[in-house]
Each structure stands twice: as structure tokens, then as C-alpha cells.
């Protein structure tokens, strides 16, 4: 009698078990956390928008950008030496009082880069910014873009230093970040910026205004055209609040875009 009592409730265990796990796998995410993460994919973007900045930076400091070359030419850009032979340069973007970019977003404040001969291997652009913003979220902090090239594709390693992000809401996102862009498309025709593409790889630590650490770790490389403000696919594991969200940017598309799946549940970004 005792053996088969043992054996019932090592079966009620079992099957109590199992039922705690179904549902702990079935529990949908809350509203806040898929906030939570919304807010740490944004410093992703961020990361990418300061690309562009430094991008249109060497391209103006190296003679090569004409005043209608690019369409994120909202402010005033000036570049000091004025010397085409003369670096470090440092060049600003001066938003002022505020305009609205080509990407869409309302851009107020100043960008100032120190920019190296970037061609160079170890060259380099620092990133900084001055009571800037973007739709009303305020972005401190340093960004450094290193050549690491190779003779085959352009690569860059990009280093998120005491970065701050805080939005019109007052919600704030502070990280640290190491990632590499590498060129996988029009390294041949250097001179036109609308052809490259990049891989992206690497890692973002992020605190939010909570207090609650985020990882965001990439899977697949992120897929990021110069003539697509957005990434386009790749995928990534964003941890947080317990729980690991799946990212997916999508099959190439160029939009603002993508899924976070947790828990067997799938949900829509809008980034």
C-alpha cells in the first residue's frame, strides 16, 4: 500500500509539474515589458542613426558628398579646417532650433564629430552630441567609429560609450555597446555612399529607468542599407525582465518593423 501511495505521488508531482511548466510556457508577455523592450531596440537604431551621422561627416571631410547627395540634410553642416588636405577635421551639424529629417524625425541641437583621414586603417570619427534630439528624446553621450578595413570590405568597429537616452515620457535608457559594421555590398565603387550595405553584429548592455538591466545580443547579422533607414532582417536575443525575446527584423524589407516572440507568443515592434 505504501509503495503504491509513493508511486501516486510521484505521479501527482509529475503531472503538477508539467501543468506549471504548460503554463508558465503559455503566459503571454505584459504591456510594460514589450514597452521595456521597445525602448531597448531604440538604442539599436540609435547606434545606427549616430552610423549615419559619422558617415555623412567623412563624406563631407573628404570632399566627397555634393549638397544633394544624401536626403538626411537637415541643419547646418561646417567643417573646420576648411583644408581638403588638412585632418583631424571637426565637423558639426547644427539642427538648431529644430527640422525635420529625411528619415522623418524632428531633429533639434548640435552633432560635432572629430574626424580623421577615415580611409586610413585606425582612423577614426568621435561622435558626440549637444543638448541634440530626436522627436523629442534627448541623446548624450560618445560614440567612436574605428577603421578596421580590410583590402576586401570596409569594416568599422563602433563603440557606445555612457550613452543616455531619454524620451519625451521621461523613460530612460543608459547603455554601453560594442558592435562591428562590415561591408558586404559596393565596397567596389567607394565613391557612392547609396550602394553600401552592412552586417552588424555585436552586443548592447542597457539600464533602464527602473533600474532593470537589458542584453541584447545579436544572432544573425542585422542587415543595414545606406539607402534604407531602417534594418532590414537579421535577428537577435533581447533579455529582459526575465524573460528572452526573440527579434526578427523581417525578410529584406525596408521598414520600421519587426516581431518579438516570448513564451510562444509572437508580437509586432513598431521601432
Known amino acids: 500500500m505504501q509503495k503504491q501511495i509513493r508511486i501516486g505521488l510521484i505521479l501527482t508531482t509529475a503531472l503538477l509539474l508539467i501543468f506549471i511548466a504548460a503554463c508558465k510556457k503559455e503566459t503571454p508577455a505584459d504591456q510594460a515589458t514589450l514597452d521595456s523592450a521597445k525602448q531597448a531596440l531604440a538604442n539599436q537604431q540609435l547606434i545606427i542613426n549616430s552610423f549615419n551621422i559619422a558617415q555623412r561627416g567623412a563624406e563631407k571631410a573628404s570632399g566627397l558628398m555634393k549638397a544633394d547627395d544624401r536626403t538626411d540634410t537637415c541643419g547646418i553642416l561646417t567643417v573646420t579646417p576648411s583644408d581638403p588636405l588638412a585632418f583631424p577635421k571637426v565637423i558639426s551639424v547644427d539642427f538648431g532650433a529644430g527640422c525635420t529629417d529625411g528619415d522623418g524625425k524632428f531633429k533639434s541641437g ?75 555590398y559596393g565596397h567596389a565603387s567607394w565613391w557612392d555612399w547609396s550602394d553600401d550595405v552592412y552586417n552588424i553584429t555585436g552586443s548592447i548592455n ?66
Open 110 to 184: 548640435k552633432v560635432t564629430m572629430t574626424v580623421g583621414a577615415i580611409w586610413q586603417p585606425n582612423s577614426s570619427i568621435i561622435v558626440t552630441y549637444d543638448n541634440y534630439s530626436e522627436n523629442g528624446a534627448k541623446l548624450q553621450g560618445t560614440f567612436t567609429f574605428k577603421n578596421i578595413s580590410t583590402a576586401n570590405a570596409g569594416i568599422f568597429e563602433i563603440i557606445a560609450q555612457d550613452i543616455k537616452y531619454v524620451d519625451a515620457n521621461n523613460y530612460s535608457v543608459a547603455y554601453n555597446a560594442t558592435q562591428t559594421y562590415t561591408q558586404i
Open 206 to 271: 542597457s539600464v533602464l529607468t527602473n533600474g532593470e538591466k537589458v542584453d541584447w545580443t545579436i544572432k544573425t547579422p542585422l542587415v543595414k542599407a545606406n539607402n534604407c533607414y531602417w534594418v532590414s532582417a537579421g535577428t537577435g536575443l533581447l533579455s529582459i525582465n526575465g524573460l528572452d525575446y526573440l527579434i526578427d527584423y523581417g525578410n529584406g524589407n525596408c521598414d520600421n518593423k519587426a516581431t518579438a516572440t516570448v513564451n510562444g507568443q509572437t508580437y509586432n515592434i513598431t521601432l
